[in-house]
Every structure is written in C-alpha cells, then in structure tokens.
C-alpha cells in the first residue's frame, strides 16, 4: 500500500530543490545529474514511502547504487530532519570523512556545517549539522551518555555487512532504542549478503531492494598461487597497462607498507619498461593516509588511474571508473591471540565473500576483467565462503566495559546477533577485572566507571587515572595522546644517520614512553613550532594531531572532576602509572638484550628503534605497549620497570595473596617479605617448568 499523501508531499520537496538546483552553476548541475543517475534515484520515494510505515529498515544495493551519500539526504528531503539529526555509521574512518565531504558538496555546504563527521578524537560537526557521518564506534559511545539517542531522528547503519565489532554491539542496543522510541527510524544497509539476517534480528521487517545495474566480469586465475602478492600484483598491472584498452585499475593489497612497496616498485617498472608506454597516475588509499591525499582518488585525471587500496575499496569507498581488478586474495584482519593475550592485526586470507566483492568493483560502469593471484581450486576449497565476524576473533575488553557501565550486568544474555565464544567474554572479564575495572563479582568497580568515560582501550585508561592519583595526569595524557597516532619520527632515505643523530638526541634510557614525553614537551617548549620539527625529524602533521587528541582528553577529564597534575621532572613516578596499565605486559630479561614474557614465556625482544636498545640499556624487567610480529615477535614502545612494582599493581601474576583490611605497617612489612619470596618462587617455577620444555 502507497501512502499518496506522503508521496505527494516528498514530489512537493523534490520539485522545490529542482528550482533552486536550476539557478545554481554548472557544477551544482553536474553534481545533481550525477545524484539523478544512482540507482538508489529511481526509487527513493517507494523508500521513503515504506519508511512511514516501518520504524526498521534493512536496504540491499550493490556498491555504488547510492546508499551512504543519498540516504541521508532523502531523508532530510524528506522533512526529517526537523525532529532531530540523521546519522549514519561507517565502520571505516576514512569512509565516514570522505563520504561526508561527498555530500556536503552535493549539498553545496562547507564541511562541518549542515553535514559533518565524527571519528574519534575528530569532531567536524556544529549546532547546525543534520546529517552526521560518524563511526560505528562514535555512536556506541554516544549510546553511553544519551541511551535513547534523543537527537537522532533517524540513524543509517551503514556497512553492516562488514560486520564490525562495534556495529555488532550497535545493532543489540539500538534494537532496545527501537523499541523504546516510536518517533525514531533505524535503516540498515548491506553491500548483498545477510540482509534476511539483518531482518529477522529486527523482528521481520521488510528488506527493500535497491535494483543493480552491473556488467559481467571476466575472472582470471593464476595458475599458482603467488609466492610474492607485492611482485605478482606489479606485474599483472603493468601487463594491463601495455595490453589492454584504457579504464582504471583496482589493487588490492592488505595494509600501508605493501601499498607503499607496491607503489614504488610500480613506478619504477614502468619508468624501466621505457618512454613508448603512456604514463599512469599511481595513487594509494588506506585509512593512516592524510586525508588530502585520499581525496586524490575522485579527482579526474586524463592518465590511466592504478588504485592501491586495502579492503576499503572493497564496499565502503566507490571510485567510478574502475575496469580491471587485480586481487592479492589477502587482507589485514585484526585476530585475537589467546596465546599473547591480544589482538594482532595479520595478513589473512580473504573470504569467498570478499573475493567477489573485489571483483564486483569492475563491472560497474561496463564490463571488466578480474585477475586473482591465486589459483581457482584455493578459491574454492581454501577461502571460507565469509569472514568470520569481528566480535568472534577480537578481544572484547573495550565493549564489555561500556556494557557493562551501561548497566548491562549478564552479557551472555545481551542481544548479540552472533554471541561472540564464551571464552572470549571471559577472557574480556578477566582482564578488566584484573585492571581493577570489574569486582570479583562481576560487577563494574568505580575505577571503571571512570575508565568507560574514555575512547581509549582499557589499559589506557587504567593508566591516565592511575596517574592522576599520583600526580602525573598531564604526564601521562601526553603519553596516551602520543600512542595514538601511527608515526612520529621520520626518516628519509638520503638524510638516514642525520635524522637517526636527531632521534637519539631525545632518548630516554629507561622508557620509549618518556621518549615520547620527551619529544611533546620540547615541541611545546619551542612554542609548538613547525620548523622545529622539521629540524629534528618529526612529523608536525602527526605532532599537532596529538597535541588535538590531547586537548580532547583534557576535557574529558574536566568534565569527569578529574585532576590535571604534573609531576614535574619526578618521571620513575611516570613510569609506574605506565606499568599500572600495563603490568600484563611485563617481559624479564633472560640473556643478552633478551626478553621473554613473564605470563606467556614467550620471547619478546628489544625493537632496534626503542631507546633501551638505542643506548644498549637492559633492564630486568620491563613492560610494552603491545607486541609486533615481524622476523620475531618485537616489544613495541617499551618502559623499564621495578620488579617490586609489578607485585604491587599485578599481584594476581605473581601469586600474591593480599588481605584488603590490613593497613598496620608491621603486617605490611612482613606482607612485603612474603610477596618478595613468593614472587621471585613464581619465577622460578616458571623458568623451571621453561627449563623442561626446551
Ligand atoms: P554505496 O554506498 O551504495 O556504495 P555511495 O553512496 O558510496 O554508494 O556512492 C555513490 C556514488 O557517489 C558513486 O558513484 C561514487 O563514486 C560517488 N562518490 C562517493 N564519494 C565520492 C567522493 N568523495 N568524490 C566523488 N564521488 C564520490
Ligand atoms: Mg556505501
């Protein structure tokens, strides 16, 4: 049944927008053509229309048919927007800013007004935004602090298929908003698959079809499986280039460095195979590149584009275009590992799923051909039909504490879609509560109260308000902000020792950590400068980033009454607020410049770039930021340790029993005698039982 009324008044809407688009300049016409040419265009009212009659919507279209840049604005059209603001949810940073970018220029606004984003410590939005791209992992956050989401009139829950940790935990909490709210519309989005999923979850609510237009896709596979994707990628590439008529290129590799090897190597062969091939536009895209760059990906060029993507490419982002597809079969996945006791990010091979995701990109505006660099027979009976999803292989820490402080007590009994193992929940139990943030029954202490406050993992938080009890919050806040972003330092190839001389000159010997702190504070000292980081080798893009990131955690700490305390020069004070955090992380040395960790046993050595290895400064114990794996498993990020401290804020890894009622001093003392022989009989046993194995 229509409601014609409805309709009607959606015409009406429409019509007005047609006259003002007309006065407007040519590009406002362009970009409207383009808008009238999506497929998602011919039938946006049959989804509005549905919309007035079902609170709960899940909309299938294949990539590209206008689902995350159009949705928002019809709704808006729609007259939605006067009750509130449209969100919609990316699982991907990179996607939700430049998606909104995307629709403020078709709105003709500037980016932060009437359409904004919001990612973690990003907010590019106003009073007067009504159309919010955020995270999935923003809009969790906000559930913690409005559980109704009151200035939503409507949230677009884009990329479900994805199937991301957060978005998982999204569709569990906004089920209950749905639930609870009668004037609130929730529409669900998917790339293809699971969309009767998705609605079934919901209580059976209709799924509306976007109708595709795709072209066949020829599917080439090698004969073998590459040994060297990076090699095999560049190569086929390159025969594309000489062999085939024009239309762009789509790469697919797993992260940042083979996207920059495979760009590089790429450039060199063609500039090697000589003058007679026409020259490419070479650009990479991955979520760490600066976002002017990223743009470069939409902008015409009159050269044959080759993209190198990571799985962005895959759904979240649409480069129009696109003809040849070459695919590595790999992509990074964050995995958890029991063993080490967190999550990795891995090269994994990819799902049947992703694979014809991948090829679907080249058969968008006519047809095209894709390359897989592995063979037909690992396709089919090596790749599982779909990636598993993340709430089953990642650690859940970080949800279960917002949980559980949203007063969620059982969390097996929370409206999972897919309930993630029962281990994992344990495990996410077991360290929040060995952080202090759980009771032993389960139950949310006040120190996690205050650790759910900030977007950072459990750890992180652990330790800023650790330091804040002892007097370093702006010492530590530094620090946090610091690990946030990916790189300081830089290093070019022709100036390596003198930017090496440079790094060295801000070494803490004791602690990466303080390194860290070292160089924030003399870049504040030298008045934040730019030619001061140009002098010493720093990236004042990533510096002023932290500097934001710091600025945010400062307010949240004044809103939570938290003290904003420094030290001064007092830093071993620093390096035990650290090891609050991360006394899980503890390694000992065993032999020369040698680790290994204190819980696991497994070795976990000294990166050539921390400041311990630097100054050839070996402590015996030591705890780290997390774990690398490169040739071997690398500390990343690294702080010296008193062994006494770990005892002290990690007792339940070295066997310490200690009685809470007990402050007499003598009782304490003696404590301390026991808790030193324990400890140090804990280690033993451990190399003992080590000694066995080997
Ligand atoms: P879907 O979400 O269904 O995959 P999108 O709404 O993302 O589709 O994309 C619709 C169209 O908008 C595509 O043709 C895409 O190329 C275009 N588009 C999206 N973002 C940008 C951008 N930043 N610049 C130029 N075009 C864009
Ligand atoms: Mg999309």
Request: hydrophobic share 35%; with cysteine.
């Amino acid at each position: 049944e229509f409601d014609h009324k409805a309709s009607n008044q959606y015409g009406q809407a429409l019509k007005k927008q047609k006259t003002e688009a007309q006065s407007e300049f040519a590009k406002t016409r362009s970009i409207k053509q383009q808008r009238e040419s999506l497929p998602v265009y011919q039938v946006r009212s049959d989804l509005i229309d549905l919309l007035r009659e079902h609170n709960v919507l899940v909309c299938v279209g294949e990539t590209g048919s206008g689902k995350t840049t159009q949705l928002t604005q019809y709704l808006h059209e729609a007259g939605y927007s006067v009750n509130g603001q449209i969100g919609c949810t990316q699982p991907r940073r990179v996607a939700a800013v430049s998606v909104a970018k995307r629709v403020a220029d078709e709105m003709g606004c500037e980016l932060g007004t009437k359409v904004g984003y919001s990612i973690r410590f990003e907010d590019c939005t106003s009073e007067s935004t009504i159309i919010k791209y955020m995270t999935d992992g923003v809009l969790l956050r906000e559930t913690l602090f409005e559980p109704d989401l009151d200035r939503y009139c409507a949230v677009i829950m884009d990329e479900a298929h994805e199937r991301s940790l957060n978005t998982d935990v999204l569709f569990g909490v906004l089920r209950s908003v749905v639930g609870r709210r009668h004037d609130f519309k929730l529409i669900i989005t998917s790339a293809t698959m699971d969309a009767e999923k998705f609605a079934r979850f919901f209580g059976n609510v209709p799924v509306f079809n976007i109708p595709g237009r795709t072209f066949p896709v020829d599917t080439l596979y090698a004969r073998t499986t590459a040994q060297d994707y990076v090699d095999a990628a560049v190569q086929q590439a390159i025969a594309i280039h000489v062999g085939q008529d024009s239309g762009d290129v789509l790469i697919f590799m797993t992260g940042q460095e083979d996207i920059e090897a495979t760009c590089v190597l790429l450039a060199d062969r063609i500039a090697q195979v000589g003058e007679e091939v026409p020259p490419v536009t070479i650009l990479p895209i991955y979520s760490q590149l600066p976002s002017d760059l990223q743009a470069k990906i939409f902008e015409s060029s009159d050269k044959r584009k080759i993209i190198v993507a990571t799985n962005i490419a895959e759904t979240s982002l649409t480069v129009d275009g696109i003809k040849y597809v070459i695919d590595t079969g790999y992509c990074k996945l964050k995995i958890y590992n029991p063993k080490m006791g967190m999550d990795s990010l891995q090269v994994t091979p990819i799902s049947q799923a992703n694979a014809n995701q991948r090829r679907g990109r080249a058969g968008r505006t006519g047809p095209g051909a894709c390359w897989r660099l592995y063979t037909e027979s690992a396709y089919v009976s090596e790749m599982l039909t779909m990636t598993i999803p993340e709430i089953q292989r990642t650690n859940l820490a970080n949800v279960v504490l917002l949980l559980k402080s949203m007063g969620i007590k059982d969390l097996l009994s929370f409206g999972f879609m897919d309930p993630p193992p029962q281990d994992t929940i344990l495990n996410s139990l077991f360290q929040l509560w060995m952080l202090g943030a759980l009771d032993n029954l389960g139950d949310i202490t006040k120190l996690g109260n205050k650790m759910a406050q900030f977007p950072l993992d459990p750890p992180l938080s652990k330790m800023l308000i650790v330091g804040e009890e002892i007097g370093c919050s702006s010492e530590i806040m530094s620090i946090v902000s610091m690990l946030s972003v990916p790189s300081i330092f830089f290093r070019p190839k022709d100036r390596a020792d003198e930017s090496d001389a440079a790094r060295e000159k801000f070494f803490v010997p004791e602690s990466d950590h303080l390194t860290f702190l070292n160089v924030y504070q003399q870049w504040g000292h030298n008045g934040y400068s730019a030619k001061w980081c140009g002098d010493h080798f720093v990236h004042q893009k990533s510096l002023k980033k932290v500097r934001e990131v710091r600025g945010q955690l400062e307010e949240i700490m004044q809103q939570q009454h938290l003290q904003i305390n420094s030290i001064g020069t007092d830093w071993d004070q620093v390096r035990k607020a650290i090891c609050a955090g991360y006394f899980h992380n503890a390694s000992k040395l065993r032999g020369i410049g040698e680790y290994v960790n204190l819980r696991s046993r497994i070795p976990a050595n000294l990166h050539p770039t921390s400041s311990l290895y630097g100054l050839g400064y070996t402590p015996d114990y030591v705890v780290y930021h997390e774990v690398m794996y490169t040739v071997k498993e690398y500390m990343q990020t690294v702080t010296a340790v008193d062994p006494y401290w770990l005892a002290e804020l990690g007792p339940m890894f070295f066997s310490v029993k200690e009685s809470s009622s007990d402050f007499h001093a003598k009782e304490r003392q003696e404590q301390e005698e026991r808790r030193k022989m324990e400890y140090e009989q804990k280690l033993r046993d451990d190399l003992e039982r080590q000694a066995k194995q080997e």
